[in-house]
């Protein structure tokens, strides 16, 4: 029987790269030999990705914070059971864009939710599962931004103001401090090799530490 398989999410505000990186992360790992699935939140199921696009869409009447919060957690539950459970029952690692943690900084940081729902809807849903490791890439806001300029239509998320994307790293800077060493934080505002240099660190760190725990030369 294969060991249970590693979860590990990577979190970041808008633009971070976080597209890119898990890209990059997914070479190093596959290059070591790692069975591989690479998916994202919201969606990686059909049903998630329709309520992505639900999500994301630009509407002319407003999804109000709760629901919004609800249709997260609803695509996640799918997410869960179609996607990220079976893949880590059969041994493989799951690279995630966004989990939880997201749910944290933009629904109770950026819309001012309590984190005391969104624990609860966690626990309904999840039960157990965490990641076990969480990489957050880690950029000022103004940075980001002006990355996102030019790059397409903004989405629902991306048109809201600065002070909303400040409180939204804020609480990923409240969750890595106590997250009991799960996250490793990436300075995302470095040029992409220094940034890649920091995330083959981090892959190296990964892979050496599953051998030594799975005894694999």
Not at 61 to 89: D, Y
Not at 95 to 120: K, M, N
Not at 155 to 183: I, M, N, P
Request: net charge negative.
């Amino acid at each position: 029987m294969n060991p249970r398989g590693l979860f590990i999410t990577v979190e970041g505000g808008e633009g971070v790269g976080k597209s890119t990186n898990i890209a990059y992360i997914r070479q190093q790992l596959e290059a070591a030999g790692t069975e591989l699935v690479v998916t994202r939140e919201p969606g990686g199921t059909p049903l998630g990705e329709e309520l992505r696009d639900v999500l994301l869409g630009v509407r002319d009447t407003g999804i109000s914070a709760m629901a919004e919060l609800l249709l997260i957690f609803a695509a996640r539950a799918q997410h869960i059971e179609e996607v990220i459970e079976p893949a880590l029952e059969a041994g493989k690692w799951v690279v995630c864009d966004r989990f939880t943690d997201a749910t944290y900084a933009y629904q109770c940081g950026g819309r001012g939710l309590s984190f005391e729902t969104v624990a609860v809807l966690e626990k309904l849903v999840q039960g157990d599962l965490l990641p076990d490791y969480t990489l957050l890439l880690d950029a000022p806001v103004d940075t980001g931004m002006s990355r996102v300029q030019g790059r397409g239509e903004p989405d629902r998320f991306e048109r809201e103001e600065l002070a909303f994307f400040e409180r939204v790293r804020g609480t990923y800077h409240q969750l890595a401090e106590a997250s009991s060493g799960r996250y490793r934080v990436i300075d995302a505002s470095q040029p992409l090799p220094a940034v890649q240099q920091q995330l083959l660190q981090v892959c190296n760190e990964l892979i050496t530490c599953w051998r030594v725990r799975h005894q694999q030369p």
